[in-house]
């Protein structure tokens, strides 16, 4: 199976910045979409960016702008993992931010889906 590692989360205030980081590992032979989605307490789960294989990148309007997605995979997928810099916080940016990565796994090359265990992004003064 594959296992998502989230760090990067904590306090800030606001104006100030984070990153945040999500590492995959496992028998992984492709990863395709990977993305980062935040949920608020009382409030929907929201996907804020994500990054296919090709590169292609796609943000929440309340974010463009402040957000950058990235990634870093290798052919022999020793690291597979998503970034999120995240500058110009706001309060309303407060929640918990879980990554999400798509993919094949094992030697069938079936479809994954795997979430990371969520990291606190705080912005206050």
């Known amino acids: 199976q594959v296992q998502l590692v989230e760090s990067g989360g904590g306090l800030v205030q606001p104006g100030g910045s984070l990153r945040l980081s999500c590492a995959a590992s496992g028998n992984i032979v492709r990863v395709n979409n990977m993305g980062w989605f935040r949920q608020a307490p009382g409030i929907q789960r929201e996907l804020v960016a994500y990054?296919?294989?090709?590169?292609?990148?796609?943000?929440?309007?309340s974010v463009k702008g402040r957000f950058t997605i990235s990634r870093d995979t290798s052919r022999d997928n020793a690291k597979n993992t998503v970034y999120l810099q995240m500058n110009s916080l706001k309060p309303e940016d407060t929640a918990v931010y879980l990554c999400n990565v798509r993919g094949q796994y094992g030697i069938l090359q079936r479809d994954f889906e795997s979430w990371g265990q969520g990291t606190q992004v705080t912005v206050s003064s």
């Open positions: 990054i296919t294989s090709d590169g292609y990148t796609n943000y929440a309007d």
